[in-house]
């Protein structure tokens, strides 16, 4: 059983930037591909980054690459969302969840996050 806990988010202007950041239970961390999902108003729950146990390989959606970055520290069984140039299309509720294969599909994915939200004015 893994517990996942978002934080980081709120309001920021258009240009600005977020840190989020997941702190997971357990101690076996280090096995789980860790995933950021996003459900902007209206939308599905969609993928926007991954990262694997050993945080070696990453994948991130191409709509935010170059913006935003993934990152996790096992020592601290967390891991981070950094959101650069944030445009209002950012918009969304995130999420963190765990997987124990590396896939970009939500139904991979164990266990979630309570999400936290993410408003970018313009």
């Known amino acids: 059983q893994v517990q996942l806990v978002e934080s980081g988010g709120g309001l920021v202007q258009a240009g600005g930037s977020l840190r989020l950041s997941c702190a997971a239970s357990g101690r076996t961390f280090s096995s789980y591909v860790m995933g950021w999902f996003r459900r902007a108003p209206g939308k599905e729950r969609a993928f926007v980054a991954l990262i694997d146990g050993g945080g070696s390989s990453k994948y991130i959606t191409v709509s935010v690459q170059g913006r935003f970055t993934i990152s996790r520290d096992n020592a601290k069984n967390t891991v981070y969302l950094q959101m650069n140039s944030l445009k209002p299309e950012d918009t969304a509720v995130y999420y963190c969840?765990?997987?124990?294969?590396?896939?970009?599909?939500?139904?991979?994915?164990?266990?979630w996050g309570q999400g936290t939200q993410v408003t970018v004015s313009s």
């Open positions: 969840a765990a997987a124990e294969s590396y896939s970009i599909l939500r139904h991979e994915y164990k266990y």
